[in-house]
C-alpha cells in the first residue's frame, strides 16, 4: 500500500502547497487582512479548478475506456472535443466572473476592508483559469494513457515556480497581493507549458490531428461523468461563501482571517489521510474484481490501522506545536493565540475522520459510486453547514470552530456504519460467487 500511498500523498502535498504559498507570503508580508482576502477569493479560485477538473475527469475516464477498447477513432475524438470544451468554458467562465467581480465578491463575504485586496487579487488569477484548466485535461489524457508521471512533474514545477517568484514579486519587488496572484499565473503558464508539451508528443504518436473533430454526444458524457468530481470539488465552495459570510456577520474580518489560516495548517493532516485511503482504492479494486476477498478484507482493515496510528501522529504534533505553524503564516501574536486556540479546537477529534474516508473509497473501488458521491458530500454539504449555524447562533464564532469536531464526530460514526455494511456487502458477494462455482 506504501507504494501507492506515498505518491498519492506527494502529489496531494506538492498540489496544496501550490495554493498554501500565497497565503505564506502576503500573511508574512503583506498583513493579516491579505489573508483574509485570498480567503475570501477561494471560492472563485475553486470554481476554476473545479469544472477543469470536471472535463479533465470526464475526459481521462473517456480515453482510458475507449484505449483499453483500442478504438482510436473515439479516443481522439474525446480528446479533441475535451481541448475545445476546456478552452471555451476556461475562458468565457473567467471573463463572465470578471464582469460582476466587485458583487460576487460582496456576495461571498467581502468587506470594505478585504474587498479592494480580494478583487485586485481574484482579477490576475482568474487570468489563469485556461492554463490551469489545460494543464489538467491534458495531463490527466496523458495520464490514462500510460504516463502518470506528466501530472505530479507540472504541478511540481508550477509550485517551485510559484515559491520562487512569489518571493521575488512579493518581498523583492513589494507588490503585495497582486505579485502573488501573477506569481499564481505564471506559475501556471510554466505548468500548462510543460503539460502541452508532453501532450504535443503524445498527439503526434497517434496523429491526433489527422481527426480533429468535436462531438456534442461525447461532450455530453465527458460532462456526465465528471459531474460528481465537480459537486465534490465545489463543495469546499459552498462552505466557504456560507462560512465566509457568517463569520463575517459575527466577527468581521478578523474571524475570516482566523478561517483562512487555520484551513491552510489543515491541509497537512487532510493530505495524510486522503492520500491512504485513495491509495487503498486500486488494492481493494483489484482484489475485488479477482474475487479474493480475504485480501480486500485485509486490505481495508490494514488502511484502517495506518490511517488511525498516522493521524493520531500528525494530530500530536499540530496540536503541540500549533503556535510555531500558525506563526508562519502571521506575525500578530495575539492573532496567533486566537488561531491557535481556534485550530486545536478545530482538530480535537480530527483522527477518526479517517473512519469516514476509508468508507468513501472502499465504496468507490468496490463500484458503487452513487454511495462514494453521496458520502463524500455527507460531512460538508449535509451536516457540518446546519451543526454551524446552529453553533453560531448559540456561542457566536466559537460555535464555528467546534462545528468542525461536532461534524467529524458524526462522519466517524457513519463511517463506521459504512464500513461495516461494506463488510457485509463483501460476505454476500463472497457467498454468491461460491454458491455460482458450486452450480
Given at each position: 500500500?506504501?507504494?501507492?500511498?506515498?505518491?498519492?500523498?506527494?502529489?496531494?502535498?506538492?498540489?496544496?502547497?501550490?495554493?498554501?504559498?500565497?497565503?505564506?507570503?502576503?500573511?508574512?508580508?503583506?498583513?493579516?487582512?491579505?489573508?483574509?482576502?485570498?480567503?475570501?477569493?477561494?471560492?472563485?479560485?475553486?470554481?476554476?479548478?473545479?469544472?477543469?477538473?470536471?472535463?479533465?475527469?470526464?475526459?481521462?475516464?473517456?480515453?482510458?475506456k475507449y484505449f483499453g477498447e483500442k478504438d482510436y477513432e473515439n479516443l481522439k475524438i474525446t480528446i479533441t472535443t475535451a481541448i475545445v470544451l476546456t478552452t471555451i468554458v476556461m475562458t468565457v467562465m473567467p471573463l463572465s466572473i470578471?464582469?460582476?467581480?466587485?458583487?460576487?465578491?460582496?456576495?461571498?463575504?467581502?468587506?470594505?476592508?478585504?474587498?479592494?485586496?480580494?478583487?485586485?487579487?481574484?482579477?490576475?488569477?482568474?487570468?489563469?483559469?485556461?492554463?490551469?484548466?489545460?494543464?489538467?485535461?491534458?495531463?490527466?489524457?496523458?495520464?490514462?494513457?500510460?504516463?502518470?508521471?506528466?501530472?505530479?512533474?507540472?504541478?511540481?514545477?508550477?509550485?517551485?515556480?510559484?515559491?520562487?517568484?512569489?518571493?521575488?514579486?512579493?518581498?523583492?519587488?513589494?507588490?503585495?497581493?497582486?505579485?502573488?496572484?501573477?506569481?499564481?499565473?505564471?506559475?501556471?503558464?510554466?505548468?500548462?507549458?510543460?503539460?502541452?508539451?508532453?501532450?504535443?508528443?503524445?498527439?503526434?504518436?497517434?496523429?491526433?490531428?489527422?481527426?480533429?473533430?468535436?462531438?456534442?454526444?461525447?461532450?455530453?458524457?465527458?460532462?456526465?461523468?465528471?459531474?460528481?468530481?465537480?459537486?465534490?470539488?465545489?463543495?469546499?465552495?459552498?462552505?466557504?461563501?456560507?462560512?465566509?459570510?457568517?463569520?463575517?456577520?459575527?466577527?468581521?474580518?478578523?474571524?475570516?482571517?482566523?478561517?483562512?489560516?487555520?484551513?491552510?495548517?489543515?491541509?497537512?493532516?487532510?493530505?495524510?489521510?486522503?492520500?491512504?485511503?485513495?491509495?487503498?482504492?486500486?488494492?481493494?479494486?483489484?482484489?475485488?474484481?479477482?474475487?479474493?476477498?480475504?485480501?480486500?478484507?485485509?486490505?481495508?482493515?490494514?488502511?484502517?490501522?495506518?490511517?488511525?496510528?498516522?493521524?493520531?501522529?500528525?494530530?500530536?504534533?499540530?496540536?503541540?506545536?500549533?503556535?510555531?505553524?500558525?506563526?508562519?503564516?502571521?506575525?500578530?501574536?495575539?492573532?496567533?493565540?486566537?488561531?491557535?486556540?481556534?485550530?486545536?479546537?478545530m482538530i480535537s477529534i480530527f483522527p477518526t475522520v479517517g473512519l469516514y474516508y476509508v468508507a468513501i473509497y472502499a465504496y468507490q473501488a468496490m463500484g458503487d459510486a452513487g454511495t462514494s458521491f453521496l458520502l463524500s458530500i455527507y460531512?460538508?454539504?449535509?451536516?457540518?453547514?446546519?451543526?454551524?449555524?446552529?453553533?453560531?447562533?448559540?456561542?457566536?464564532?466559537?460555535?464555528?470552530?467546534?462545528?468542525?469536531?461536532?461534524?467529524?464526530?458524526?462522519?466517524?460514526?457513519?463511517?463506521?456504519?459504512?464500513?461495516?455494511?461494506?463488510?457485509?456487502?463483501?460476505?454476500?458477494?463472497?457467498?454468491?460467487?461460491?454458491?455460482?462455482?458450486?452450480?
Amino acid at each position: 500500500m506504501l507504494r501507492f500511498a506515498l505518491p498519492a500523498i506527494i502529489s496531494l502535498l506538492v498540489s496544496e502547497l501550490y495554493g498554501m504559498v500565497d497565503t505564506f507570503y502576503v500573511g508574512r508580508y503583506v498583513g493579516p487582512n491579505a489573508i483574509g482576502a485570498l480567503t475570501v477569493a477561494f471560492p472563485i479560485q475553486r470554481l476554476l479548478s473545479a469544472t477543469g477538473l470536471l472535463i479533465a475527469v470526464g475526459a481521462c475516464t473517456k480515453v482510458a475506456k475507449y484505449f483499453g477498447e483500442k478504438d482510436y477513432e473515439n479516443l481522439k475524438i474525446t480528446i479533441t472535443t475535451a481541448i475545445v470544451l476546456t478552452t471555451i468554458v476556461m475562458t468565457v467562465m473567467p471573463l463572465s466572473i470578471y464582469f460582476f467581480l466587485d458583487k460576487i465578491l460582496i456576495k461571498i463575504g467581502a468587506s470594505n476592508v478585504t474587498l479592494p485586496m480580494a478583487k485586485t487579487y481574484a482579477a490576475v488569477v482568474l487570468a489563469g483559469g485556461i492554463f490551469q484548466g489545460l494543464t489538467f485535461v491534458t495531463c490527466y489524457i496523458i495520464n490514462s494513457l500510460g504516463n502518470p508521471k506528466v501530472t505530479l512533474y507540472a504541478t511540481s514545477l508550477g509550485t517551485v515556480a510559484n515559491i520562487i517568484i512569489d518571493a521575488i514579486f512579493v518581498i523583492g519587488c513589494n507588490m503585495g497581493v497582486k505579485g502573488a496572484a501573477i506569481a499564481t499565473v505564471i506559475s501556471q503558464i510554466a505548468s500548462c507549458s510543460f503539460a502541452l508539451y508532453n501532450f504535443y508528443k503524445v498527439s503526434k504518436s497517434i496523429n491526433l490531428m489527422d481527426s480533429f473533430k468535436f462531438d456534442i454526444e461525447i461532450l455530453k458524457s465527458i460532462i456526465a461523468i465528471g459531474f460528481t468530481t465537480f459537486v465534490i470539488e465545489i463543495s469546499d465552495a459552498v462552505v466557504a461563501v456560507i462560512l465566509n459570510n457568517v463569520l463575517f456577520a459575527h466577527g468581521g474580518d478578523r474571524a475570516i482571517i482566523i478561517s483562512g489560516t487555520i484551513m491552510k495548517v489543515s491541509m497537512f493532516m487532510y493530505i495524510n489521510i486522503i492520500g491512504i485511503t485513495s491509495a487503498m482504492q486500486p488494492i481493494v479494486a483489484f482484489n475485488y474484481g479477482a474475487g479474493d476477498f480475504d485480501r480486500l478484507r485485509e486490505t481495508i482493515k490494514k488502511t484502517i490501522k495506518v490511517v488511525a496510528l498516522s493521524s493520531i501522529f500528525l494530530w500530536g504534533i499540530m496540536m503541540l506545536y500549533a503556535e510555531p505553524m500558525i506563526a508562519s503564516f502571521v506575525k500578530d501574536e495575539a492573532l496567533v493565540k486566537e488561531c491557535a486556540r481556534a485550530y486545536r479546537i478545530m482538530i480535537s477529534i480530527f483522527p477518526t475522520v479517517g473512519l469516514y474516508y476509508v468508507a468513501i473509497y472502499a465504496y468507490q473501488a468496490m463500484g458503487d459510486a452513487g454511495t462514494s458521491f453521496l458520502l463524500s458530500i455527507y460531512r460538508q454539504l449535509v451536516i457540518f453547514i446546519p451543526v454551524m449555524l446552529i453553533f453560531v447562533r448559540h456561542w457566536g464564532v466559537t460555535g464555528a470552530w467546534f462545528a468542525y469536531p461536532a461534524s467529524d464526530f458524526i462522519a466517524a460514526i457513519t463511517g463506521i456504519i459504512y464500513i461495516q455494511r461494506v463488510k457485509e456487502d463483501i460476505n454476500e458477494y463472497a457467498d454468491d460467487m461460491e454458491a455460482e462455482m458450486i452450480v
